[in-house]
Nanobody, 122 residues
Framework: VQLQASGGGLVQAGGSLRLSCAASGGTFSSYEMGWFRQVPGKEREFVAYIRWNSGTTTYADSVKGRFTISRDNAKNTVYLQMGRLKPEDTAVYYC????????????????WGQGTQVTVSS
């Protein structure tokens, strides 16, 4: 499975940005999908998760109410709509797929895409 993320860039605080992740090489419609992010010198952190049928979504507390994850199984694409962006949202964002959501709500993906840089200026 290959995951190709796009849509990163530079945006002012308070602005919006939409990330996309196109999947190929697998049965996208059956995969859980998610987004993570990483700042240099820190561990990669979970951002958002969506179940294969869009029936369940979960978010990190830091982005809840500002970010929305969605997917279009017909287009093999998952999205992350980011709003009311803050400088602390600056990071490399990674698309992730497959794997499971544990009973405690932790997402463990099998596949990773390359990152896309999001920079939020103050």
């Amino acid at each position: 499975v290959q995951l190709q993320a796009s849509g990163g860039g530079l945006v002012q605080a308070g602005g919006s940005l939409r990330l996309s992740c196109a999947a190929s090489g697998g049965t996208f419609s059956s995969y859980e999908m998610g987004w993570f992010r990483q700042v240099p010198g820190k561990e990669r952190e979970f951002v958002a998760y969506i179940r294969w049928n869009s029936g369940t979504t979960t978010y990190a507390d830091s982005v809840k109410g500002r970010f929305t994850i969605s997917r279009d199984n017909a287009k093999n694409t998952v999205y992350l709509q980011m709003g009311r962006l803050k400088p602390e949202d600056t990071a490399v964002y990674y698309c992730a797929g497959g794997g499971i959501l544990s009973a405690r709500g932790t997402y463990y993906p099998n596949y990773w895409g390359q990152g896309t840089q999001v920079t939020v200026s103050s």
